[in-house]
């Protein structure tokens, strides 16, 4: 039946990681038990979270072990299965690993079966019209409650889930303000439609810019950054303002000393809601959430954004470049 080749953990990342914390291996192909699908990869989804993963400390899932393979979001075709309910040919996407062939069952956690629309590219199904545009629905609508005439503020406003959240907010009628780490990335969202951007690089003091664009303050925090950003946005919510916490990239590189936000008793001053998600915990709403997202790329409201690679081997890459400030937009490689 052939190999795997699959992407281990050689050791854990120190800081940003690099190449030699990877290896590419191969194993034999595996049998499938009963109810079991063996899935091709055809689409390999790279995501800041999995920073997370490669350090030995606790998470919302286990920490990949020495010598296993990265885990990760796929997309993939069924190419042998015991399951009717998923039959060779059908196109899934789940958290599975970095292995070009991997073994899924009904139980998967994520699993869903993708039925991509009439020219629509499969990879966008990793990416906007995928789990990236469900994580960002999910925080927007369902945590942010975002209503129409509101303004919302998205940190990391040009990657794959900020560029989503900012223009999914505009198609409802949202003033959106981003925040971008160049002045390259600051001209990529306010291409995509964003009100505003702000380069937090380019100045001394990141609140009064943010001011400066929601002088009657932030209604929706869309939160991908944490530390430093958090601690100074909180005092420009507005009353009843909501921060959905969607990841904390600012301090996934070092996690053994995490910033201190010390701006947190405006959760108390404006009775702020703040609240970290996993868009898996709401599947009630998911199946609106793929509906409204295909919609918007039809209407051309959503422009999905992808940062391309090809070959399974440059899964690594793609991730160090991430995990690096390099990339903009969701970044995918094409198997």
């Known amino acids: 039946m052939g190999r795997v080749r699959q992407i281990v953990l050689a050791r854990r990342p120190v800081g940003v ?9 191969e194993t034999a192909m595996p049998e499938l038990g009963e109810g079991e699908l063996l899935v091709r990869m055809r689409v390999g989804s790279v995501d800041p979270a999995i920073r997370g993963f490669l350090d030995d400390r606790p998470s919302y899932i286990e920490p990949v072990a020495i010598d296993a393979p990265i885990k990760g979001m796929s997309l993939g075709e069924v190419v042998a299965s015991r399951n009717a309910d998923y039959p060779e040919g059908t196109l899934v996407r789940a958290f599975a690993t970095w292995s070009d062939h991997y073994v899924l069952s009904d139980q998967s956690w994520g699993i869903e079966k993708v039925q991509p629309q009439p020219g629509a590219d499969l990879h966008h199904y990793m990416g906007a019209l ?17 209503k129409p005439g509101e303004t919302v503020l998205v940190s990391a406003a040009a990657g794959a889930t900020g560029s989503t959240v900012g223009q999914i907010a505009k198609a409802v009628g949202c003033k959106v303000i981003g925040l971008v780490g160049s002045e390259e990335k600051a001209q990529v969202v306010r291409d995509l439609g964003f009100d505003a951007a702000i380069d937090y690089r380019a100045t ?15 209604d929706v925090f869309f939160d991908n950054v944490g530390g430093e950003t958090l601690e100074a946005v909180l005092p420009l919510m507005r009353l009843h303002g909501r921060v959905a916490v969607c990841g904390m990239i600012g301090q996934y590189n070092d996690a053994d000393h995490p910033f201190g936000v010390k701006t947190l008793w405006q959760l108390v001053v404006n009775r702020i809601k703040m609240q970290g998600f996993i868009t898996f915990d709401y599947p009630e709403v998911l199946a609106q959430a793929q509906a409204e997202l295909d919609g918007w790329v039809a209407e051309g409201k959503l422009r999905p954004l992808a940062n391309l690679r090809d070959g399974f081997e440059s899964l ?6 991430l995990m690096s400030g390099r990339t903009i937009g969701k970044t995918l490689v094409r198997i």
């Not at 001394?204 to 932030?218: L, T």
């Open 204 to 218: 001394p003091d990141i609140a009064a810019e943010i001011a400066k664009a929601a002088p009657d303050g932030v």
């Open 17 to 25: 990681p690099v190449v030699e914390d990877f290896r590419l291996e």
């Open 316 to 321: 690594p890459e793609a991730f160090i470049d």
């Open 130 to 146: 995928g789990p990236v545009g469900l994580t960002a629905w999910v925080g927007l609508f369902t945590i942010g409650e975002a």
